[in-house]
């Protein structure tokens, strides 16, 4: 599985941005996919999770409703709709995808990562 993260850029502090992340392979629509984020000097941490069918989803704490994930399995994308994004919201964001099963907010639980897309936002 190949995954190709993009959508991140240079947004003002309550904006939106809405990240996408491609997937290759045949095996997409039977796999948890999440969204990590890593800021410079910080760990990384889980910001969302969705099942294979979509049904059942969870957010990191700080989410606070601003962010909603999404995924269309006919085109093997993942969504990640970013809203009244704060300075602390700037990270590299990545996708990733682990084997059929429950969402983790472990990022070793999961198999196989995009390459990240930078978001920053300015105050």
């Known amino acids: 599985v190949q995954l190709q993260a993009s959508g991140g850029g240079l947004v003002q502090a309550g904006g939106s941005l809405r990240l996408s992340c491609v997937a290759s392979g045949r095996t997409f629509s039977r796999r948890v996919m999440g969204w990590f984020r890593q800021a410079p000097g910080k760990e990384r941490e889980f910001v969302a999770g969705i099942s294979w069918s979509g049904g059942k989803i969870d957010y990191g704490e700080f989410v606070k409703g601003r962010f909603t994930i999404s995924r269309d399995n006919d085109k093997s994308t993942v969504y990640l709709q970013m809203n009244s994004l704060n300075p602390e919201d700037t990270a590299v964001y990545y996708c990733?995808?682990?084997?059929?099963?429950?969402?983790?907010?472990?990022?070793?639980?999961?198999?196989?990562w995009g390459q990240g897309t930078q978001v920053t936002v300015s105050s």
């Open positions: 990733a995808a682990r084997t059929p099963g429950g969402i983790e907010v472990r990022g070793y639980e999961y198999n196989y």
